[in-house]
């Protein structure tokens, strides 16, 4: 999707330093690493809304689902396109650092 971590790239877009780091999130294997400890799903909804600025078109979350991989929490995200609910989009997020904590 980007040549440049999506770090690289929502800094130079968007002028902001997210703590997040990893991959572009499009499988579970290369996933958003969310470095925050807490407030990872306002990040995870503030990530796909850059997403979609980038590509120009408007989207939903469909759904949300927890997957536990080896020792990592994953949040797996499905979006669909509003005018196009076939077109849909799976991005992952490895919420590790954030999961269970409530502070």
């Given at each position: 999707?980007?040549?440049?971590s999506l770090?690289?790239?929502?800094?130079?877009?968007?002028?902001?330093?997210?703590p997040?780091s990893?991959g572009?999130?499009?499988?579970?294997?290369d996933p958003?690493?969310?470095?925050?400890?807490?407030?990872?799903?306002a990040?995870?909804?503030?990530?796909?809304?850059?997403i979609?600025?980038?590509?120009?078109?408007?989207?939903?979350?469909?759904?949300?689902?927890?997957?536990?991989?080896?020792?990592?929490?994953?949040?797996k995200?499905?979006?669909?396109?509003?005018?196009?609910?076939?077109n849909?989009?799976?991005?992952?997020?490895?919420i590790?650092?954030?999961?269970?904590?409530?502070?």
């Amino acid at each position: 999707m980007f040549s440049s971590s999506l770090k690289e790239v929502f800094q130079k877009v968007f002028h902001v330093d997210l703590p997040i780091s990893g991959g572009n999130g499009q499988s579970i294997d290369d996933p958003i690493v969310i470095e925050a400890e807490k407030d990872c799903v306002a990040l995870e909804n503030q990530i796909i809304g850059f997403i979609q600025q980038l590509g120009g078109k408007t989207w939903k979350i469909e759904k949300q689902e927890l997957i536990s991989k080896e020792d990592c929490r994953i949040d797996k995200i499905s979006i669909v396109l509003v005018d196009d609910p076939e077109n849909y989009h799976n991005y992952y997020f490895d919420i590790t650092k954030s999961f269970g904590r409530f502070d």
